[in-house]
């Protein structure tokens, strides 16, 4: 596992998909198979494809119990134009929020919102020289969260990763605020409950 030396900090890489291989995608379409609706948000309205992550990729991180062809992939409810959509990601709103969904990816790669994060980037993982510690805000995956207030903690899931929204507001300016100033987090469960869900994607903010 790449943290069997847990030290330092693995940070997520953002780049151009015609850079080679990758680990997931940020933004773009999903390869969502035809067995799997697409997420809709309260209202009925097809959410926003955030990122996928191979199994495999994770894996390198912690063990799960998932095939390693699988993915998972979050889903955000989106309002592009007020994103009145922020404090539904709030960890007090799981059921109102994010999806989190494990699958095999089907054929084809398909898109349901009107508004994608369009070019998609590779996702990637650095390990770097800085110490990994909870003041480390920035796009990274391990086991050492940085919450921007207290603690999160969701019933039978497992933090992994978290996002910062100065990556998102850089790489997609056309979505700025899309999770205002605040830094997202994954977390996963120990087994993929019904409907494909594998856990929950939630914000804090200062």
């Known amino acids: 596992y790449l943290l069997l030396d847990r030290k330092h900090m693995i940070r997520l890489i953002f780049d151009s998909i015609h850079n080679g291989s990758a680990l997931g995608q940020l933004g773009g379409s999903v390869p969502l198979p035809e067995t799997i609706s697409w997420p809709t948000d309260i209202d009925g309205k097809p959410m926003l494809h955030l990122l996928t992550l191979h199994i495999d990729a994770l894996t390198q991180i912690s063990p799960i119990n998932l095939p390693n062809d699988?993915?998972?992939?979050?889903?955000?409810?989106?309002?592009?134009?007020?994103?009145?959509?922020?404090?539904?990601?709030?960890?007090t709103r799981l059921s109102k929020g994010a999806k989190v969904l494990a699958f095999k990816p089907g054929r084809n790669f398909i898109n349901r919102n009107e508004h994608p994060l369009d070019p998609p980037l590779n996702i990637n993982f650095e390990k770097t020289s800085k110490n990994d510690d909870n003041e480390n805000l920035e796009s990274k995956i391990g086991d050492t969260p940085a919450w921007l207030q207290d603690e999160i903690e969701i019933e039978d899931a497992k933090y992994f990763l978290q996002i910062s929204y100065s990556d998102l507001d850089k790489n997609f300016p056309s979505h700025a605020g899309i999770i205002w100033g605040g830094e997202g987090y994954l977390f996963l469960f120990d087994k993929v409950a019904s409907n494909n869900i594998f856990g929950h994607f939630v914000v804090q903010f200062t």
């Open 70 to 91: 699988n993915v998972v992939s979050i889903f955000i409810p989106y309002d592009h134009l007020y994103k009145g959509h922020v404090p539904l990601l709030r960890p």
